[in-house]
């Protein structure tokens, strides 16, 4: 019978690829428990179309994991205790481990502004994606709609309701020059579907703070709206700082190559939570489900080889690819980028660009299927 424990904290894109691929490669040496808040997976990257109005479909961890042998558990996380090596939840259990994989991702910072928690919408979760759409629809004819921040984010959103709710008068605010980090051929284009869909781009903008259907820039006249939605920063839990472990000033956890905590080598953290700076690149991994399932993959397959107790000094490897966007439902664009995350100029548009954005968003929950059957099965850029 097996003494080892691994506990997985989060089950988003990170943390539940980390658990079937764990399952699949290391089972039979270590039990396996997920432990999440919620009984169903967030799928972020279509919130947006929830927002619009669109159904999207439940994906609970019951359906997940039957048939394999990870254990779900559902609850807060309020204490990682690292001198006992457990876990204590919001309603009092307490859970050890002797591995610990941290996948608790991020939310959207709500304290980097104040009035973004009293006066805007945000795309937190499914929740908050249901009533944002309950509060578009009882919109009147011609109402103004602004979206704050220009990141991927807000062009989803922007370009999703303008095209779902012809009706309404939406805005994009961005603090910078619009679509800066596209290639020229892609900021030409994201200007394009922009202005056919009569989405009015508002860049240079520098937000202060907001108050009742009011947005107060520096050193420009306040913005009115009937409707704002905040698509700024996001953030992440300060769990880790206050349970102790190495992190960053941004709360983030700070790990080696082998995405271990520093100096702890019996816990990983993998996702947005896990500040990862060992790459070729010149800077640390971004948030992203594209960078999240990988990290996932590479801690099950590092810790299933210390579990059997083979060496792997081989360091987590990553490469970008792509941006891939969606501008509603029937345009899209795909931006190349180098493998240190810089555009290309080359860029794919319209309805081709459309599918393959919508394979991709298939493809990030078959995948995690996928391990269960075929443990390995998913590979990413290196």
């Known amino acids: 019978m097996t003494q080892h424990h691994t506990v997985i904290l989060g089950g988003g894109y990170a943390g539940l690829m980390a658990a079937m691929r764990l399952n699949g ?30 159904k999207l479909k439940k994906h609970t961890y019951q359906n997940f994991l039957r048939k394999t042998a990870i254990r779900f558990v559902q609850g807060w996380v309020e204490q990682i205790d690292q001198d006992k090596q457990q876990i204590r939840l919001n309603d009092g259990r307490t859970i050890p481990f002797t591995h610990l994989i941290y996948a608790l991702g991020s939310q959207i910072d709500t304290k980097r502004l104040p009035g973004i928690a009293e006066f805007t919408y945000l795309l937190q979760g499914i929740q908050a994606a249901e009533q944002l759409h309950q509060a578009l629809k009882e919109l009147p004819q011609n109402s103004r709609i602004a979206i704050c921040g220009g990141g991927l984010t807000g062009i989803e959103i922007a370009t999703e309701i303008a095209e779902t709710i012809p009706h309404l008068n939406v805005s994009l605010i961005t603090r910078g020059s619009f679509a800066e980090s596209f290639s020229k051929a892609g900021i030409a284009y994201l200007q394009q579907i922009c202005q056919g869909l009569k989405i009015n781009l508002l860049d240079q903008h520098t937000i202060t703070h907001f108050t009742e259907n009011a947005i107060h820039c520096a050193d420009k006249q306040p913005i009115t709206a009937d409707l704002i939605i905040w698509a700024g920063a996001f953030t992440v839990s300060p769990l880790a700082q206050q349970s102790g472990l190495p992190t960053q000033p941004n709360g983030q956890i700070t790990v080696d190559s082998n995405l271990r905590a520093i100096d702890t080598p019996h816990i990983y953290a993998i996702g947005d939570a896990a500040h990862c700076a060992t790459t070729p690149h010149a800077h640390p991994i971004r948030m992203a489900c594209a960078t999240a399932m990988p990290m996932g993959c590479y801690a099950a397959d590092h810790l299933a080889q210390t579990l059997q107790n ?39 548009t319209g309805r081709f660009a459309a599918r393959i954005k919508e394979f991709i968003c298939r493809f990030t929950i078959r995948s995690i299927y996928l391990e269960r059957f075929w443990p390995g099965a998913y590979q990413w850029p290196q």
């Open 310 to 348: 083979k060496r792997d000094d081989n360091p987590f490897r990553f490469n970008y690819f792509m941006w891939c966007v969606s501008l509603g439902r029937r345009a899209a664009i795909v931006q190349r980028v180098n493998p240190n995350d810089t555009p290309k100029e080359r860029i794919l």
């Open 25 to 54: 490669r290391a089972k039979q040496h270590t039990k396996i428990t997920l432990i999440d808040g919620r009984d169903h997976m967030v799928e972020r990257i279509r919130l947006h179309q929830l927002a619009a109005g669109q």
